[in-house]
């Protein structure tokens, strides 16, 4: 039995694919939710339209996890800590695979790590990559990164959280692949700004280029492998989040650059993660000009005209 903490998106979407390979439990905070969801086998508050199959438990009630068990954590990132500190007992005897994507705004610390603070000595791994929910809950091919440091709990995890049209690949590389994640939606909302702004197509790719490198960087400085940023869980996330307007993180960017509001109840991780990584650079002494720019554009320290004059008037440099 795979237990799935937080009854969102993306824990239900998880929740329906799982379900192909045998029962799991759904978990969610609050018990009106549950009522709902048990009524009408569908999670009409974070994705409507999709059938809940008969093997998903749905509770409000988390029973301790047992030694081994695999439990996913899909509550947003923001919200991983204080999860932690109200069900850690219950948790923490089980596999834990975090499957949020961020940076703590207090410690810019990503999921994995944060785990590992709250419980420490258990084995901790994340799900990462790049997939919208309704996409896997309505069984479209999806290929994601299973990144845990102990490789032999991480290739079972692999087996266990592999469906037919869910294909994990796996690394040891923790913080490799929570950065890859946590920095891509930073960069998507800087790619909505551009759309919503009207700059262009050719604007975009170049800001996804130069997001990428400044990624590239950040993952050198805390020794995370370059090819898990190449890989699913940094390009591949990057490609699809930067470039769909299924995104919220885009939808979050495109009405920034367009000087509309924005509903505040839609989670968009890039937004506390873009202030995180500003601090994190500046801990390590790296340079990230792009990702300053859009933090100043969320926190409306710049309009997107003197964002674009900040970043095109910078020296000219090699490649
Ligand atoms: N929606 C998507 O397509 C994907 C989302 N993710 C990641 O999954 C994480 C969760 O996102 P979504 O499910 O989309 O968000 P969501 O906004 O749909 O749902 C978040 C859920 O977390 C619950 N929650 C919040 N705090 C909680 C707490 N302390 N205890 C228990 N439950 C709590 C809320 O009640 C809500 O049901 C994010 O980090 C996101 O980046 C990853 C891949 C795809
Ligand atoms: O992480 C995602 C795609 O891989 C989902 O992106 P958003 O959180 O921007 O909707």
Redesign the pocket.
Known sequence: MITI?????????LAISLSRNGPVTL????PD?VAEMRATRQ?A???PGVELPDNIAISAELEPVSKGQIALL????Q??R??LE??GDALSQGHLVA????MELATGLG?TRIIDEMLPGTTTAI??????????ARGLPTALTLACTDDKVGEALQSALSTANLRLYRTTDTSGAELG?ALK?VMAIGTGVVMGAGLGESARAALMTRGFAEMSRMAAAVGARPETLSGLSGFG?LVLTCTSE????TRFGVSLGRNERFDP???V?GAATARAVVARAADLGIDMPVTRAITALINGELQVEQAMDMLLSRPLKEE
């Open positions: 903490f937080g009854a969102g998106a993306f824990g239900t979407a978990l969610a905070r609050d939710h999670n508050r974070r994705l899909s509550v947003p990132m919200r991983l204080g999860a109200t069900h499957c949020c994507k961020g999921p799900l990462t990559g790049p997939s919208f929910a309704a996409d896997i994640g939606n996330d299924q995104s919220r993180n109840n839609v989670t991780e």
